[in-house]
């Protein structure tokens, strides 16, 4: 029995003495580690996140009585009950807000859902910068969608949990984080273009090409996050409109040095320019290495895009720079931090036989600066959401 079959007999059980019956399935939906294309989403560019092993799984049965019951695992109190037909946005709804926004965001787009239990169980680590809010989101919205028969394609349902997680939870996030839950399939990344939402899986079987891939969570979020993030954000804008572009992803990095110049009398938005417009190439890159069957040779280009978090766009943190540097200078082929920065996780790609001695060198090295001891783990591109049982 695999890890997965395990969990999904054990959330159904749980389901069963939660809810008094048996669920009519469960369903998976994994958190994800971006690979690279950071702060590019909102400036309309790359991403290229890959799933992760750790998933929320989702048990749920229809109801006949319009209402929503959920419970979970990694919640503290009991069951939330909500009615369909008063669902609606209240600041401090808490957990529940992300499913509930997902069925509100079902109804809103017109689809036909009656009620349902859910129980949900997670092995994403919560508020780590792996999301496990779009695990939880996808979760629901596949369950949901099954459950009523409804089969909507799969970006649909990436769109409709980010239309929850921005209008009914209040979150702006981008649409990444729900792509790679809905989309992405085993042993590859997925290309994801922000702007028109296509996407494409490219070939990524680290664990065959005898690498491995550790996601390091520091375990620390620094408070400066969200008025930074809008801060950014805003300053990209201020960038394209003084471009004369639509947004930055409209501006070829063979016209960077131009666009530098006109931005020299505003150092801030240069510097942020210079990260978004180079994180782009840094991704394209990163996909034409793939392609060509060159997975090591996207280590250099995952510190490259370090560098630039830290230097030109200002998200990283003492920490995220420490796992950086000492992961490079153990031995590894790259690093980066991983999300929005300011804490959360960086991504480490080393040889297999590197792994062990990478691993040591960021505990010991983080004891000795006297921060959090780090969470590290291995991951390996793993499959978006999907139906496990029955
Ligand atoms: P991240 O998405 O990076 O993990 P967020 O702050 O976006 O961080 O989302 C974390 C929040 O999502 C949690 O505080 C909780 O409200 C909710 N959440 C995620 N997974 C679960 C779960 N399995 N059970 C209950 N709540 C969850
Ligand atoms: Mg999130």
Redesign the pocket.
């Known amino acids: 029995m695999t890890d997965t079959a395990h969990s999904a007999a054990h959330t159904a059980a749980v389901f069963r003495q939660e809810y008094g019956a048996a669920p009519a399935g469960v369903w998976a939906a994994p ?1 994800r580690v971006n690979l690279i294309g950071e702060h590019t989403d909102y400036n309309a560019g790359f991403v290229m996140p890959l799933a992760l092993p750790h998933t ?1 799984l989702a048990a749920a049965a229809p109801r006949t009585d319009g209402l929503l019951r959920l419970t ?4 503290l109190g009991g069951t939330v009950e909500l009615r369909l037909d008063d669902l609606r946005r209240t600041p401090d709804a ?2 529940a ?2 499913p509930a926004g997902v069925a509100w965001a079902l109804r809103e787009a017109g689809h036909r859902i009656g009620g349902a239990d859910l129980y ?3 092995t ?13 989101e996808v979760a629901t919205a596949l369950a949901l969608d099954d459950l009523h028969g409804l089969g909507l394609p799969r970006p649909e349902l990436a769109l409709l949990a980010q239309r929850a ?1 921005n209008a009914f939870v209040g ?1 702006p ?1 981008g649409i990444m ?1 729900q792509t790679a839950a809905a989309c992405c399939t085993a042993g590859h990344a997925l290309f994801l273009d922000t702007r028109d939402l296509t996407h494409r899986h490219v070939p990524f079987d680290s664990a065959a090409a005898g690498l491995r891939l550790l996601v390091v969570d520091t375990r620390v979020r620094h408070q400066l996050g969200d008025g930074a993030y809008a801060e950014r954000r805003a300053g990209c804008e201020r960038g394209a409109r003084a471009l004369g572009v639509r947004a930055l992803r409209d501006v070829p990095v063979a016209l960077l040095p131009e666009a530098l110049a006109k931005l020299a009398d505003d150092p801030v938005v240069r510097d942020l320019v210079r990260h978004v417009v180079t994180e782009n190439d840094r991704v394209e890159q990163a996909v034409a290495h793939l392609d060509a069957g060159r997975p090591r040779a996207i280590g250099p280009v995952l510190t490259a895009g370090h560098t630039s978090l830290r230097d030109d766009f200002k998200v990283s943190c003492p920490e995220l720079d420490l796992a950086v540097e000492v992961a490079d200078a153990a031995g590894a082929l790259g690093a980066r931090m991983t ?1 929005g920065g300011f804490g ?1 996780s960086a991504l480490v790609l080393v040889e297999e036989a590197a792994a062990e001695p990478v691993t040591e060198a960021l505990r010991s090295a983080f004891a000795t600066a006297g921060h959090t001891p780090p969470r590290i783990f291995p991951a390996v591109p793993g499959a978006g959401a999907r139906r496990l049982t029955p």
Not at 72 to 75: E, M, N, T
Not at 124 to 136: D, E, F, Q
């Open positions: 958190g929320t979970s695992d990694g919640a808490g957990w807000a992300y949900f169980t997670s994403v680590p919560l508020g780590a910068g792996l999301s496990s809010s779009a695990a939880l997680e979150v996030c984080d999300g959360g």
